[in-house]
C-alpha cells in the first residue's frame, strides 16, 4: 500500500511539474482544453506503450527539458520571451547548468557515487547473508552459473560494408568482460549459457541479421574464445524491462529458470538492472564493468589539472548519462518494474 500511494504521489508531483513547465512555455491562451488532453494522451500512451517508437520519440521530447541542456534551452526560451533585461536570473540559472553539469570534476564526483553505490548495495547485501542465505542465493568467486547475460545495446558500431572489422563503442568492454567470465567459468568445469540481449538498431535501415547488434556482438564473442554453440542470440531487447522478460523466457526453456545468472553490464545502471531482471523472477548476481568514475581514496587517483576544471563536451555527456539512469529508474519504480528487495 505505502508502495502504490508513493507511486501515486510521485505521477501526480510529475504532471504538475510538466504543466508548469509548459506554462512557461506556452500562452495560457493557446493551453486549451483539447491540447492539455492531448498531453494528457501522450503521458497516458508512453506510460501504456514506452516501447512504441512514436510514442517513445514525444516521451523524449517531454522529458528533454529536465536534462542539463534541454533545462538550459528552456531557460533560454523563457528569458527571450520575457525579454533578456527582465531575466537574468534565468539566463545565469541555464548557464550554472551548463557549467554545472560539463566540468569535468564534478562529473566525475557524479559518476562516482552512482557506480560506487550500486557496487555497495550488492556488497551489503552479500555481508547480510552470510550465514543465513543459501548458498545458491549469493555465490562467491567463480560459483558456476547456469548462463552469463550480456546488456549489449549500445556497445558496438554498425558493421557497415567498407569496415574492416567489428568496432566498438566506449560501452564495448562489456563484451570482453564477459568473455572473460566465461573463461572463469570454463575454467571452474562450468559451460554457461552467454545470452547476448540486444535489438535491432534504431537508427539503421536494411537487412534485419545486419542491422541486429546481437549478432555482431555473437561473433565478437566467438573470436574472444566463446563457442558459437554456447551462444544465444535475443535480438528483441530494446530496453532492460524488455530483455529481462525475454531472456527469462529463454532460460526457461532450456529449464534454467531456477539457475544463478550473471549479468554484465554498465557500473551506471547495474542496480536498476539487477533489480528489473529481479523482479520477473530470474536469480541475478550483477556484475557490472564500463565504470566512469574514479573511486576516492583508491589507487591510481586521479590528477587534478586546470583541464578539469574546465567545461567539456564529454563531461556533459556524462552528466547527461546519469541524469538519463535516474530518470528512467524512477519511470521503472512508477511502474512497478524494480524488485523491492533482492535478498
Known amino acids: 500500500m505505502f508502495l502504490l500511494l508513493t507511486q501515486v504521489l510521485l505521477w501526480l508531483l510529475l504532471t504538475v511539474i510538466l504543466y508548469q513547465l509548459l506554462l512557461k512555455v506556452i500562452p495560457r491562451a493557446y493551453l486549451t482544453l483539447i491540447g492539455g488532453l492531448f498531453l494528457f494522451a501522450i503521458i497516458v500512451l508512453a506510460f501504456f506503450f514506452p516501447n512504441d517508437r512514436l510514442v517513445s520519440a514525444a516521451w523524449n521530447i517531454l522529458a528533454f527539458p529536465l536534462k542539463p541542456v534541454g533545462a538550459s534551452i ?3 526560451i523563457i528569458a527571450l520571451r520575457q525579454g533578456l ?3 537574468r536570473n ?3 540559472a541555464a548557464l550554472l547548468i551548463l557549467l554545472v553539469s560539463s566540468t569535468p570534476i564534478l562529473a566525475n564526483q557524479l559518476a562516482q557515487r552512482t557506480e560506487l553505490g550500486a557496487i555497495q548495495a550488492e556488497q551489503r547485501r552479500q555481508e ?5 542465505c543459501p548458498a545458491d542465493v549469493t555465490p562467491t568467486g567463480t560459483a558456476p552459473v547456469g548462463a552469463i547475460v550480456v546488456l549489449g545495446r549500445g556497445t558496438t558500431q554498425a558493421n557497415l560494408p567498407y569496415r574492416t572489422q567489428i568496432q566498438l563503442t566506449d560501452t564495448g568492454d562489456r563484451i570482453l568482460y564477459a568473455a572473460q567470465l566465461y573463461r572463469e567459468q570454463v575454467a571452474a568445469g562450468t ?4 545470452i547476448v540481449s540486444a535489438g535491432p538498431r534504431a537508427d539503421l535501415q ?3 541479421d545486419q542491422t541486429t547488434e546481437a549478432n555482431d556482438i555473437a561473433t565478437l564473442l566467438t573470436q574472444l574464445g566463446v563457442p558459437r554453440e554456447q551462444i544465444v542470440v535475443e535480438p528483441r531487447g530494446i530496453d532492460l524491462r524488455s530483455s529481462a522478460i525475454e531472456v527469462n523466457n529463454i532460460l526457461r ?4 529458470g531456477n539457475s544463478r545468472v550473471l549479468l554484465v553490464t554498465s557500473g551506471l545502471n547495474s542496480r536498476r538492472a539487477r533489480l528489473t531482471f529481479a523482479d520477473v523472477g530470474i536469480n541475478v548476481i550483477s556484475r557490472p564493468t564500463d565504470f566512469v568514475g574514479f573511486q576516492a581514496g583508491a589507487t591510481p587517483r586521479l590528477r587534478l589539472r586546470i583541464e578539469s576544471f574546465l567545461p567539456t563536451v564529454e563531461a556533459l555527456t556524462v552528466t547527461t548519462r546519469i541524469v538519463e539512469e535516474f530518470l528512467t529508474s524512477l519511470y521503472y519504480y512508477l511502474r512497478g518494474w524494480l524488485a523491492p528487495v533482492i535478498i
Do not use: A
Request: charged fraction near 10%; proline fraction near 4%; include cysteine.
Open 128 to 132: 547480510l547473508c552470510q550465514g543465513v
Open 85 to 87: 533585461g527582465k531575466s
Open 90 to 92: 534565468l539566463v545565469s
Open 74 to 76: 528552456l531557460l533560454l
Open 206 to 208: 536494411g537487412n534485419q
Open 253 to 256: 526453456s532450456r529449464q534454467l
Open 191 to 194: 559451460r554457461p549459457l552467454v
